[in-house]
């Protein structure tokens, strides 16, 4: 096989008659490009933007389609001549099984559009999701579909307008059935200041007779909340954020876990005794309230104290796991050879037998990372999580909650954007017990 064969990604599938895996590479692929291209205004402001979130954002989309190709590349070899069972590796034949799970296969794919999502959230976000425009009482609560228009009135600033029209020598703008229209005559018309869009600069010209009236027109896809600020833009940012705090605080329960439980399945006795009443002590708080009291104390929390708590009271199941498989793994004969012929007790541990006891560890990490997202949207919705204005998916439910009757988008679309996250989440921890189950294989 050749790197041609997947040049685009996706090609050399289409060809050897892989429609399906063909069509989600090629899909991956023209995203990308739609993206690049769609796009290449907010990707050259990022060029000259040097923060964090445009390096990450610009680094993603220069890595992303050599990463993709070499991907297709490498899977359409496995198809095409997949080793044989008998000499795969554990890893190899929990990866074939894998690709045997539908469920768990479509749960990647989804992830991976999400993930795509918030990496490009600087490029992707049409406006700034955090700023608030100057008339809030035009942009509150704006539908899905609704488009703002913005004139410049050199006497008294910006203009907002839900409609417009032209009567004799004078401009009439439509400011919602609460409002009474306004009138500017059309000498006292400028062009509107850079607002809060990303893309400010985009000025259309209205042509009434010989003169040209410059405006913007600000397009919500999905409406805006009770600030003004448009919904798409904050659920962009919000995945970003909610991802982020889901990954991290799975990475220190995990860790944690791992750490007292294989302290307590190696050396067991005493040791193993205070580790597991200590987990059983924590285990009889109920874990939400556990996590009011200890936000409560750190008033004004920010992302890493919400990751911090989240990762701390998150460890007990994982640590029982891994204590289970030491206390099995350590009575066998490849353990009991290590000891015999001198090995440390640090090198047992880790080298030996935490490397076998890593998969069902890889199933409790990858279905942890869905249960923190869900708790950290409940904290978020009782205002005890990251505080405003930055944009996680709970806040933004938060925000919509009390509206819910008339502006329903606010708090339905990013509560389905948690809904579709964490069953992604779980269809693929579920793959992956399956997967990694030595039954399996028989």
């Known amino acids: 096989m050749r790197w041609t064969d997947s040049l685009p990604p996706g090609l050399g599938h289409l060809r050897r008659g892989y429609v399906a895996a063909g069509a989600v590479y090629l899909l991956f692929f023209a995203t990308w490009l739609a993206v690049v291209i769609g796009r290449f205004d907010a990707v ?101 579909g609704d488009t703002v228009y913005v004139f410049g009135d050199i006497r008294a600033g910006e203009r907002y307008a839900l409609a417009y029209r032209i009567e004799g020598d004078r401009l009439i703008l439509e400011r919602g059935p609460e409002f009474r229209p306004k009138e500017i005559a059309l000498e006292d018309l400028g062009e509107p200041a850079g607002g809060w869009s990303r893309d400010a600069g ?150 030996h037998l935490m490397p076998n006891a890593l998969a069902p560890v890889i199933v409790a990490a990858t279905l942890r990372v869905g249960d923190t997202i869900l708790v950290e949207a409940a904290l978020s919705f009782l205002g005890m999580g990251v505080k405003p204005p930055v944009p996680t998916w709970g806040n933004i439910v938060n925000d919509g909650s009390d509206v819910l009757a008339t502006a329903w988008w606010i708090a339905t679309l990013p509560g389905l954007a948690i809904v579709a996250t964490v069953v992604c989440f779980n269809l693929v921890g579920d793959a992956l017990r399956d997967a990694m189950d030595p039954r399996q294989a028989m």
């Open 202 to 351: 985009r000025i259309r010209t209205l042509r009434v007779g010989d003169r040209q009236i410059p405006y913007r027109a600000e397009f919500h896809l999905i409406g805006t909340d009770r600030n003004g600020r448009d919904l798409l833009s904050r659920i962009i940012y919000g995945s970003r954020i909610s991802l982020t705090i889901g990954f991290a605080a799975m990475a220190v329960a995990v860790s944690l876990g791992i750490l007292f439980g294989a302290a307590a399945g190696y050396f067991g006795g005493v040791v193993d005794g205070a580790i597991m009443r200590f987990v059983d002590i924590l285990l009889a708080f109920p874990r939400l309230l556990l996590l009011l009291l200890i936000i409560s104390v750190y008033q004004g929390a920010g992302i890493f104290t919400v990751v911090l708590i989240l990762g701390a009271t998150g460890w007990m199941g994982v640590s029982r796991l891994v204590r289970a498989e030491f206390l099995k793994l350590k009575e066998l004969d490849f353990a009991s050879a290590a000891r015999a012929v001198g090995a440390r007790w640090h090198r047992i541990m880790f080298r």
């Open 44 to 144: 050259c402001r990022a060029a000259v933007d040097p923060t964090v979130e445009h390096a990450v954002a610009l680094g993603f989309l220069v890595l992303f389609c050599p990463l993709l190709v070499g991907l297709a590349h490498r899977e359409l070899r496995w198809r095409v001549a997949p080793p044989a069972r008998e000499g795969m590796s554990v890893w190899g034949l929990a990866f074939h099984t894998f690709r045997e799970r539908p469920r768990g296969v479509w749960g990647i794919i989804l992830l991976g559009f999400i993930y795509m999502v918030a990496f490009l959230c600087p490029v992707l976000a049409p406006y700034d999701p955090n700023a608030i425009p100057r008339d809030t009482a035009v942009n509150k609560y704006r539908a899905p």
